[in-house]
């Protein structure tokens, strides 16, 4: 048996999510479908993280096993053909130890956020990104944030449906900027790292930034609805059509 590290990007509007769900298409159902039609084998796939429907990805790290003898370079090519017309692409893929895995083995995760800050429709970026039409104070933003990093219980941003056992959790970096697209707009970018992340953190984050960057809430709300430990305090939470996640480090 030998365990095969895939490197996946994904667009996923289609999708329900990674992890495989009954009601409805995965990234993980199609990996795993893809692997079945190549080796005959039913595999699960492991995956570093797990993304809810409609957030994307540019190189989430996962892992199948296959009895097969095959080379990662032909099993990437296989795989990608297979794939088509999904919407994943996988862009490395490598042998690894069998006791390594793409979830308990990672030790740190990444996540991007963008905002498209223009009054103009989306276009070519509907569905990849959320716009906002006001103008936003992205260096404001990005000084609130700072009260996010470090170890705190993230309760307020925190998904009721969490599974996590603890909702401490220790934010390496949090920073907001702005980007001129050239296109008669902005881009606000928000990048974000941890070793781990709740369900809903950063899309929750995003969402309290963004009514500080409206100016509808002072810099300084940020530390007290974090203080609150309480979702009830939460003032919005971002769509997921704007989050990617980045990278898994190991």
Not at 44 to 51: C, E, F, K, Q, Y
Request: proline share 5%.
């Amino acid at each position: 048996m030998t365990r095969f590290q895939l490197i996946l990007e994904f667009d996923g509007g289609p999708f329900m999510g990674l992890q495989r769900q009954a009601h409805g298409p995965s990234v993980q159902q199609s990996v795993e479908e893809a692997v079945h039609a190549i080796t005959g084998e039913t595999v699960v796939m492991h995956s570093a993280g797990r993304t809810d429907a409609g957030v994307h990805a540019l190189a989430m790290s996962s892992h199948v096993d296959v009895a097969k003898e095959i080379e990662p370079f032909r099993l990437m090519e296989a795989l990608n053909a297979r794939l088509r017309p999904d919407p994943i692409a996988v862009k490395e893929c490598r042998i690894v130890p069998n006791d390594w895995h793409a979830r308990f083995s990672c030790v740190g995760r990444s996540y991007l956020y963008r905002i498209v800050n223009r009054r103009a429709p989306l276009t070519l970026e509907r569905g990849r990104a959320w716009q906002i039409p006001q103008q936003l104070d992205a260096e404001a933003m990005h000084r609130a944030a700072q009260a996010l990093v470090g170890s705190h219980d993230f309760t307020t941003f925190r998904s009721a449906h969490c599974q996590a056992r603890s909702p401490v959790k220790t934010l390496d970096h949090i920073s907001v900027r702005c980007i001129d697209d050239g296109l008669g707009g902005e881009h606000v970018v928000l990048e974000t790292g941890a070793r781990s992340f709740l369900h809903h953190q950063v899309r929750s984050m995003v969402g309290c930034l963004a009514l500080v960057g409206m100016g509808r809430w002072p810099e300084e709300r940020i530390a007290e609805v974090l203080a609150a430990r309480d979702r009830q305090a939460l003032g919005l939470n971002a769509p997921p059509e704007g989050l990617y996640f980045v990278t898994a480090t190991y």
